[in-house]
């Protein structure tokens, strides 16, 4: 057993700074799969659109439970991204560790850097990863090729062949320290190499291989000046060209296995400003370097105080266009005959990198202008290439193009705050062999992470991340004719370590969404609404046990070890015309609704007197207006300032709307919906706001509406909340749940693996 002092440290630190109550025991959660609970994804909607699914009446509009249906591999990323720089627990914090260049005996000759450690699934099960990793590094830095001022701009060019062998294997404990006698038996070390039948044929349910292989040439620079002795500001810019090859093997069951092949391809354009300080290990009171194991761990140590006790400020943007190919085989994992053709295609070392190279440069040609039937073509011939090797037909083949455009920024005030952010838009082409359509997806995205107690070595104790997407669908046939679009808003949120009222406010702002539905400026419906009371039972003010210092109950807000929840909305294609297709005078209703307080009273009073122009703008006779409104003036308020500020608003709203039906096609009118329904537009009215006015315009039964949400309370004698709500209409979340027993995602397929997933 090999332990870091980075490892060590972590464990110490994590004794004695957090306190672990033993009351806090971890509730069984038997084998609940959080992979099975997701809202409904892009394949529902691409089913629906294509068989022209229009809902029936409603029937039942009160939301409810319903049993789990298939989920997204992009909640299961959300999942991973929500914990994995937090304290969990300290034995989470144990890694052991072979330096680069170490041999690892008996695990199919590779030499490189090993990793090994244990991650969370979502319903608490601990899985065990090792991860070995073989990388050629080949560049060349040049320096002082400009000079600033005294500042030297640096140039680097460099290549890189990178390969690893993962394997993931799904434990039975869900404690991190009743696996970490597992974690730390070098002996059970796993990998993917050598691929033979026999060990293939071993694997275990749940268990997922994976060969992901990476060759990257990048150009890039960077000046960085000092503007005080402990603070300097920095600007970098690069250009790179990537080729991520993948090969995965998930055992679906005791008799499926599936085979992915994965090959992207992908160019990436970013630059940067950042502004901070930063410490030195004489600064943090660390000894000076006097050989290499106390220079090594110094730079360790220096490097996390870096991150969670620097003063930092940055700003980023980047630009990407690629494509991807990904072929998929279900395989009898009892078939010795299937099992040996998969151990010749796989056979060798670094042949399987060779391999994935040369299957990459066989769609090199393959473009995203190529019509339906030449891209149909191409994926035919590249399908055919594999399954004659494997001697099996594809389950699935299909490509993916895509092309992004976004911008990030960074915030870190030490120890006590960080916040990550990311916005853009993103175009993405599908299509699969064997249909006749192409579907085209316009993405406007908006991600915000925040944390607090930033502890160094530890991570992060409180945390809140929001992933927001806005979808716009279309399908194209094989004569080119285009369908009209659909619209699919996705919010993915959670929390680490914060109490009740957060965990279900975040049910409660969808519910401030989903009472609009239908109402066209009047008022709210209270039939679609999740019962929230019912989830999250609160104490009976009469029952409290103690006042505050003003003598009110105090009602214990308890805190949740974490809560996620996953909400989707769809507009069908009819919803989506209606909402271009409102009207003026309906659109400033529906803004109008929306309102609250003291605005919503005012305007009121006033309301008869705004009139919409044929233009979109909102006129009112002001001078009326002041009159109806005089018992409201005060020395430091004027209600006109609402009534004037309201009007523009809901202008500018009208003007987005309207301005989307101007568009000349259905590509710019695609990319402007997207845009417009994410706050890019001139009233920056986005996501849950703008959902608000626009489930207003539609009809509830051209909608349909998922909601996932699951709690680790980690409360003696409460159990955890999961539960999947069909909001509108339980008939088409029948049939969405059909779809999705029946096909993957689209998306989900070509989205990069989660370090769990394959």
């Not at 050989?291 to 620097?310: D, P």
């Not at 210092?549 to 996620?564: D, F, H, M, Q």
């Not at 409201?632 to 003007?655: K, L, N």
Request: hydrophobic share 35%; proline share 4%.
């Amino acid at each position: 057993m090999i332990k870091t002092p980075k490892s060590i440290l972590k464990a110490l630190i994590a004794l004695f700074v957090v306190q672990i109550p033993a009351s806090q025991a971890l509730a069984a959660s038997g084998e609940l799969d959080i992979f099975r609970n997701g809202a409904a994804d892009m394949s529902d909607l691409v089913s629906t659109m294509r068989a022209g699914v229009e809902v029936p009446e409603l029937k039942d509009a009160q939301p409810r439970p319903t049993r789990p249906v298939a989920g997204n591999n992009e909640l299961l990323h959300f999942w991973e991204d929500l914990k994995e720089d937090v304290f969990d627990d300290v034995c989470k914090e144990i890694k052991p560790d072979l330096s680069e260049g170490v041999s690892i005996p008996d695990v199919g000759g590779i030499e490189g850097k090993f990793k090994r450690f244990l991650k969370q699934y979502p319903d608490n099960r601990i899985a065990l990863v090792d991860e070995v990793g073989l990388k050629l590094d080949a560049g060349h830095n040049f320096t002082d090729v400009l000079n600033v001022d005294g500042n030297p701009f640096n140039v680097n060019i460099g290549a890189r062949l990178e390969g690893k062998s993962i394997v993931v294997r799904k434990l039975k404990e869900v404690k991190y320290c009743k696996e970490i006698l597992t974690l730390l038996d070098l002996r059970t070390v796993k990998t993917v190499l050598p691929p033979t039948a026999r060990r293939i044929g071993a694997m275990q349910p749940g268990e997922v291989w994976k060969f992901p292989a990476s060759i990257r040439v990048s150009v890039g620079g960077g000046v960085s000046a000092p503007v005080q002795p402990w603070m300097s500001v920095s600007f970098s810019l690069g250009h790179s060209r990537e080729r991520k090859p993948s090969l995965t093997l998930f055992r679906m069951d005791e008799n499926k296995l599936r085979f992915r092949i994965r090959l992207d391809r992908a160019e990436v354009t970013h630059g940067g400003v950042s502004a901070g300080t930063s410490f030195d290990a004489g600064m943090i009171g660390l000894p000076e370097a006097e050989n290499f194991f106390t220079k090594e761990l110094n730079r360790a140590l220096v490097k996390e105080f870096n991150k969670y006790i620097a003063l930092r400020f940055g700003l980023s943007h980047s630009r990407t266009k690629g494509k991807k190919i990904l072929l998929e085989f279900i395989l009898d994992a009892n078939n010795r005959e299937q099992l040996e053709k998969l151990e010749d295609f796989l056979k060798g070392d670094l042949t399987v990198i060779r391999k994935l190279i040369q299957l990459g440069a066989q769609f090199s040609d393959y473009s995203e202008q190529d019509d339906t039937a030449a891209g149909a073509q191409s994926l035919a011939e590249f399908e055919q290439t594999v399954g004659q090797e494997l001697g099996l037909n594809a389950t699935f083949a299909g490509s993916n193009h895509f092309n992004s455009s976004s911008n990030g920024h960074n915030i870190t005030l030490p120890i006590l705050y960080q916040r990550e952010g990311s916005a853009g838009h993103r175009y993405d082409r599908y299509q699969a062999q064997g249909s006749d359509e192409v579907l085209h997806v316009n993405n406007a995205f908006r991600n915000v992470s925040e944390s607090n107690i930033n502890v160094p070595f530890l991570g992060k104790v409180h945390k809140h991340t929001t992933n927001q997407s806005m979808y716009v669908v279309n399908y194209e046939g094989r004569d080119g004719s285009i369908s009209d679009a659909a619209v699919v808003y996705q919010r993915y949120e959670g929390y680490v370590k914060h109490d009740e009222s957060r965990a279900k406010g975040m049910i409660e702002r969808m519910n401030e969404i989903l009472k609009y539905a239908g109402s066209r400026g009047e008022g709210t419906n209270s039939e679609y609404l999740i019962d929230t009371d019912a989830l999250f039972p609160r104490l009976d003010p009469d029952n409290a046990t103690e006042t505050d210092e003003w003598g009110r109950p105090v009602l214990n807000s308890k805190t949740y070890r974490s809560a996620i929840m996953s909400f989707s909305l769809v507009f069908t294609k009819t919803a989506v015309k209606d909402i271009l297709g409102a009207s003026g005078d309906l659109i400033l209703k529906a803004t109008l609704n929306v309102m609250e307080g003291l605005d919503r009273e005012i305007m009121n009073k006033v309301r008869h007197l705004l009139r919409v122009k044929d233009d979109g703008k909102v006129e009112y006779d002001w001078k009326e207006a002041r009159k109806i409104l005089r018992s409201y003036e005060r020395d430091d308020f004027d209600p006109i300032d609402i009534v004037r500020q309201t009007c523009y608003h809901a202008s500018r709203i009208i003007a987005d709307i309207f301005s989307v039906r101007d568009e000349s096609d259905w590509r710019a009118r695609s990319e402007k919906l997207s845009k417009v329904m994410s706050g890019r537009g001139k009233s920056r009215l986005g996501y849950e706001n703008m959902m608000q006015i626009a489930i207003q315009l539609v009809n509830p039964k051209n909608l349909y509406a998922s909601l996932y949400f699951q709690t680790d309370k980690r409360i003696k004698k409460e159990e955890n909340v999961s539960n999947t709500y069909q909001v509108y209409n339980p008939e088409v979340g029948q049939i969405f749940g059909q779809q999705q027993n029946g096909v993957t995602s689209l998306r989900d397929r070509f989205a990069d693996p989660s370090t769990l997933s394959d």
